[in-house]
T-cell receptor, first 119, second 112 residues
Framework: ETGVTQTPRHLVMGMTNKKSLKCEQH?????MYWYKQSAKKPLELMFV?????RVENNSVPSRFSPECPNSSHLFLHLHTLQPEDSALYLC?????????WGKGGNEQFFGPGTRLTVL | QKEVEQNSGPLSVPEGAIASLNCTYS??????FFWYRQYSGKSPELIMF????GDKEDGRFTAQLNKASQYVSLLIRDSQPSDSATYLC????????????FGPGTRLSVLP
């Protein structure tokens, strides 16, 4: 496996289900991200794990719960979702370092995404 | 004012022409700037990034950055139908990835 992988690629779930999305990066990066992409809306950053520190977007509902057991794996646990949560969920990773200040970089590489449909 | 703005398009250009995509940002402290291409139903893929004023060329792509005017652009020379996609501008406002902000994207259509 190379790059960033995500499973499952497609998921249909009911509002009372509990499911998890999985992301794995094979790039040796130290930061991982969850994004939500809805139709005709910009990418929305949901969660970040960077340098082993979690940075959370306060607007993310508690029905989304991230987990990052190590620098290569990231999970998004889902429970009691709403139909408006149907979207493409993208995982990304990057190499973040304070040594790169002013030198650009921190570019993020995306996985293929999980297309989630909540019925 | 939105943090990163792009014309949603669609921008239509004939095959072989130069496509010009523009992006403006509001945070003057932004450090680095990225262009991603996203085909319909696929995830974004990085085209190039730029962090110094001026031009940066990579094949048919040229990124231009003007920090004083707070805009960044992407030029695609010799546009091909395969370039038809949505182009996302992203701005890193700080040193770490959590400061990434994406624009809404510009849809480009290259007509054969």
């Amino acid at each position: 496996e190379t790059g960033v992988t995500q499973t499952p690629r497609h998921l249909v779930m009911g509002m009372t289900n509990k499911k998890s999305l999985k992301c794995e990066q094979h790039l040796g990066h130290n930061a991982m991200y969850w994004y939500k992409q809805s139709a005709k809306k910009p990418l929305e950053l949901m969660f970040v794990y960077s340098l082993e520190e979690r940075v959370e977007n306060n607007s993310v509902p508690s029905r989304f719960s991230p987990e990052c057991p190590n620098s290569s794996h990231l999970f998004l646990h889902l429970h009691t979702l709403q139909p408006e949560d149907s979207a493409l969920y993208l995982c990304a990773s990057s190499q973040d370092s304070s040594l790169r200040w002013g030198k650009g970089g921190n570019e993020q590489f995306f996985g293929p995404g999980t297309r989630l449909t909540v019925l | 004012q939105k943090e990163v703005e792009q014309n949603s398009g669609p921008l239509s250009v004939p095959e072989g022409a130069i496509a010009s995509l523009n992006c403006t940002y509001s945070d003057r402290g932004s450090q680095s700037f990225f262009w991603y291409r996203q085909y319909s139903g696929k995830s974004p893929e990085l085209i190039m990034f730029i962090y110094s004023n001026g031009d940066k060329e990579d094949g048919r792509f040229t990124a231009q950055l003007n920090k004083a005017s707070q805009y960044v652009s992407l030029l695609i020379r010799d546009s091909q139908p395969s370039d038809s996609a949505t182009y996302l501008c992203a701005v890193n406002r700080g040193n770490y990835g959590q400061n990434f902000v994406f624009g809404p994207g510009t849809r480009l259509s290259v007509l054969p």
